[in-house]
């Protein structure tokens, strides 16, 4: 039996010497010590001998145990300090590396320019105009009607305008000129706003055209306002929007709510006048629709024309977005794709 007891002690130590990771120690333990374990089963047959030989080989099984104990626990303390190494290696952490960083939101550059040109006819002395005076949800009365459009211009017609399902004759404005109806009905002159906002046509989009677009309308009504004092502010916004005095034209044109009415071009920035694709060639770019204000929408908001004047205008934030960061597709500013935005 000691015979016995020495072969396992040696190939236990023998295990003990080739094992490598935590697992190995523990299935050498399990092997030898544990209570089903080879050293176990031999105490069992310690019965069989006599008092002094049960004596000899008992002392020799427990001594035999204590040996694999310390060994294994020796064992087992290079095993994990070896794997702790190895562990604190593989997850090491390199605090001097650069973080990833993260990408910031940009201003969609048709915010910045709503923005940018709202301040300049703020500083014209034009103020912004309340939100419940510019709704994107309007009647055909007051986007058309009251404007002073025939009932049967062809501009109501389903085909060019967002007819709502909630009501009979509710729209999707089709022109910011709304504000204009709502701001004179309910402020008295001398009236000076700013209208930016979101309109809608019927439209299939093109590089050129969106059915989703944004205007900002300006209106002023007060004593003794001329076709003057509408060139010298729109000349005033051209100059300071473009950062230089470009020149400009007033074209003859008709609107059903201004009298007379025009619109007025740019010189084309990309040739300077000498025709080229943005400007088809003309020299000129149009930026927005004017005029002097109806005596007949005048009429409709009650205010007296024999006492009051004034005169209005609309442009496309789109169109004088494009024309100042020479953007040729009106798509882009709706994708919010951070490689354009980042670009403004
Ligand atoms: N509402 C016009 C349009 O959408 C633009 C316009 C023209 C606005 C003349 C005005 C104006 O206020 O006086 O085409």
């Given at each position: 039996m000691k015979q016995q007891l020495e072969n396992i002690l040696n190939s236990a130590l023998a295990e003990?010497?080739?094992a490598k990771t935590s697992a190995d120690i523990e299935t050498i333990k399990l092997n030898y010590l544990s209570r089903k374990g080879t050293l176990n089963s031999i105490?069992?047959?310690?019965?069989?001998?006599?008092?002094?030989?049960?004596?000899?080989?008992?002392?020799?099984?427990?001594?035999?145990?204590?040996?694999?104990?310390?060994?294994?626990?020796?064992?087992?303390?290079?095993?994990y300090a070896k794997e702790l190494e190895k562990k604190l290696e593989s997850e090491k952490?390199?605090?001097t590396l650069t973080g990833l960083g993260h990408q910031a939101g940009r201003v969609n550059p048709l915010t910045s320019t709503i923005n940018e040109i709202v301040?300049?006819?703020q500083g014209l002395g034009f103020s912004l105009i309340k939100n419940e005076n510019s709704p994107e949800v309007e009647t055909e009365y007051i986007n058309f009607d009251m404007l002073n459009f025939p009932p049967d211009h062809p501009a109501k017609d389903m085909q060019d305008t967002f007819y709502a399902e909630l009501a009979p004759n509710v729209i999707l404005r089709s022109q910011?000129?709304?504000?204009?109806?709502?701001?004179?009905?309910?402020?008295?002159?001398?009236?000076?706003?700013?209208?930016?906002?979101?309109?809608?046509?019927?439209?299939?989009?093109?590089?050129?055209?969106?059915?989703l677009f944004h205007q900002i309308e300006g209106l002023l009504i007060d004593t003794n306002i001329t076709f003057g004092d509408l060139k010298g502010v729109l000349n005033e916004f051209i100059r300071i929007y473009f950062g230089e005095a470009r020149p400009t034209r007033f074209r003859s044109s008709f609107f059903p709510f201004t009298e007379p009415?025009?619109?007025v071009d740019v010189q084309c920035i990309m040739c300077g006048g000498k025709g080229c694709r943005v400007c088809s060639g003309t020299g000129w770019l149009e930026v927005l629709g004017a005029g002097m204000v109806d005596v007949n929408v005048l009429?409709?908001?009650?205010?007296?024309?024999?006492?009051?004047?004034?005169?209005?205008?609309?442009?496309?934030?789109e169109?004088?977005?494009?024309?100042?960061y020479a953007i040729d597709d009106i798509r882009l500013f709706y994708n919010n794709d951070v490689r354009f935005l980042k670009q403004f």
């Open positions: 003990i010497e080739t105490k069992k047959n310690l019965k069989d001998l006599s008092v002094e030989d049960k004596k000899i080989v008992g002392a020799f099984a427990n001594e035999v145990a204590q040996i694999l104990e310390n060994k294994l626990a020796e064992k087992s303390d290079v095993i952490i390199d605090v301040e300049i006819f910011t000129s709304n504000a204009q109806i709502r701001e004179m009905f309910s402020a008295k002159p001398p009236i000076r706003v700013i209208a930016p906002g979101r309109v809608y046509r019927c439209e299939s989009v093109s590089a050129r055209k969106n059915n009415s025009a619109e009429k409709n908001v009650d205010i007296d024309p024999e006492i009051y004047s004034g005169f209005a205008f609309g442009m496309g934030v169109r004088l977005a494009m024309l100042k």
